[in-house]
T-cell receptor, first 110, second 113 residues
Framework: RKEVEQDPGPFNVPEGATVAFNCTYS??????FFWYRQDCRKEPKLLMS???SGNEDGRFTAQLNRASQYISLLIRDSKLSDSATYLC???????????FGGGTRVLVKP | DVKVTQSSRYLVKRTGEKVFLECVQD?????MFWYRQDPGLGLRLIYF???????EKGDIPEGYSVSREKKERFSLILESASTNQTSMYLC????????????FGPGTRLLVL
């Protein structure tokens, strides 16, 4: 079983719609959680951290469910520029190593 | 702005050749990482370094070595390239204080024939 699993998609989303997707992690000792974004043929970039109480950053909402070991990302009012692959990232323990999921591809269409 | 640069965007090598991939960051970051990214497998950590002359194996170190002689530079070495090392190689750096934020270089797409 992979340490961090994501639905690869693609999620085809009409412009203006809401899309949500999850990521599961296998290590219950995982401490920190993040979403990174990777545009086609570009490098990954940090989108947002995921806090236990859930957090928003503009149209993006991230949530953590420790009991079920998953995190989620919701995008409201989708824009064409939101088309990208979203990488779920977990920090297993205090330290500098991150474990990346395979990514969920989102395609926003007019 | 943090800048992480990689020596080549595209590289074509032959089986058995020694390959050097260079990575330079300009933010005085302590931590540097080498990943490879393959379709369906995501990013996998090859090696990382917390400090000059320090290196630690990641999840898939076999067939690779690294060198960190200066803080800003982290090199990935393929001693004898093989076709299964054809991949996208990404370098990243982070500070010890904000280790969750890794800054990535643009990547090197390596083709081994």
């Amino acid at each position: 079983r992979k340490e961090v699993e994501q639905d690869p998609g693609p999620f085809n989303v009409p412009e203006g719609a809401t899309v949500a997707f999850n990521c599961t992690y296998s290590n219950s000792a995982s401490q920190s959680f993040f979403w990174y974004r990777q545009d086609c043929r570009k490098e990954p970039k940090l989108l947002m951290s995921v806090y236990s109480s859930g957090n928003e950053d503009g149209r993006f909402t991230a949530q953590l469910n420790r009991a079920s070991q998953y995190i989620s990302l919701l995008i409201r009012d989708s824009k064409l520029s939101d088309s990208a692959t979203y990488l779920c990232v977990v920090n297993k323990a205090a330290g500098n190593k991150l474990t990346f999921g395979g990514g969920t591809r989102v395609l926003v269409k007019p | 702005d943090v800048k992480v640069t990689q020596s080549s965007r595209y590289l074509v090598k032959r089986t058995g050749e020694k390959v050097f991939l260079e990575c330079v960051q300009d933010m005085d970051h302590e931590n540097m990482f080498w990943y490879r990214q393959d379709p369906g497998l995501g990013l996998r950590l090859i090696y990382f370094s917390y400090d000059v002359k320090m290196k630690e194996k990641g999840d898939i170190p076999e067939g690779y070595s690294v060198s960190r002689e200066k803080k800003e530079r982290f090199s990935l070495i393929l001693e004898s390239a093989s076709t299964n090392q054809t991949s996208m190689y990404l370098c990243a750096s982070s500070s010890s204080g904000r280790s969750e934020t890794q800054y990535f270089g643009p990547g090197t797409r390596l083709l081994v024939l």
